[in-house]
Nanobody, 131 residues
Framework: QVQLVESGGGSVQAGGSLRLSCVAS????????MAWFRQGPGKEREGVAAIYPGGRNTYYTDSVKGRFTISQDNTNGTMYLQMTGLKPEDTATYYC????????????????????????WGQGIQVTVSS
């Protein structure tokens, strides 16, 4: 059973920075895409960033381009989301996700870029940005 565990959330003031980590019990980043999503209060879950197999290519939703950086470290099975220039509208619960063929793909589920069929999710971690 694959587990994804997020850490690094917290409360910061606008303009501040945080780095989220997602540790995978079975790292998939060399074979499958991994992604970050977020869900703010009263909002639908939205894709934030994706990193494709091998870690060279990435995708960002427009609202975080130039502020967030997604990366992965294959040596320790961890994906990161470096967030800078945080804004109050970035306040949300952040989730990491990936796909593995060990369970059925989620068809028509949440996606970010071409990172789809995501069937493993972390429990989420809170990021709060105050003005």
């Amino acid at each position: 059973q694959v587990q994804l565990v997020e850490s690094g959330g917290g409360s910061v003031q606008a303009g501040g920075s945080l780095r989220l980590s997602c540790v995978a019990s079975a790292f998939t980043g060399d074979t499958y895409c991994m992604a970050w999503f977020r869900q703010g209060p009263g909002k639908e879950r939205e894709g934030v960033a994706a990193i494709y197999p091998g870690g060279r290519n990435t995708y960002y939703t427009d609202s975080v381009k130039g502020r967030f950086t997604i990366s992965q470290d294959n040596t320790n099975g961890t994906m990161y989301l470096q967030m800078t220039g945080l804004k109050p509208e970035d306040t949300a619960t952040y989730y990491c996700a990936t796909y593995l063929p060990t369970r059925p793909p989620v068809i028509a589920g949440p996606r970010v870029g071409s990172c789809v069929s995501l069937n493993y999710w972390g429990q989420g971690i809170q990021v709060t940005v105050s003005s």
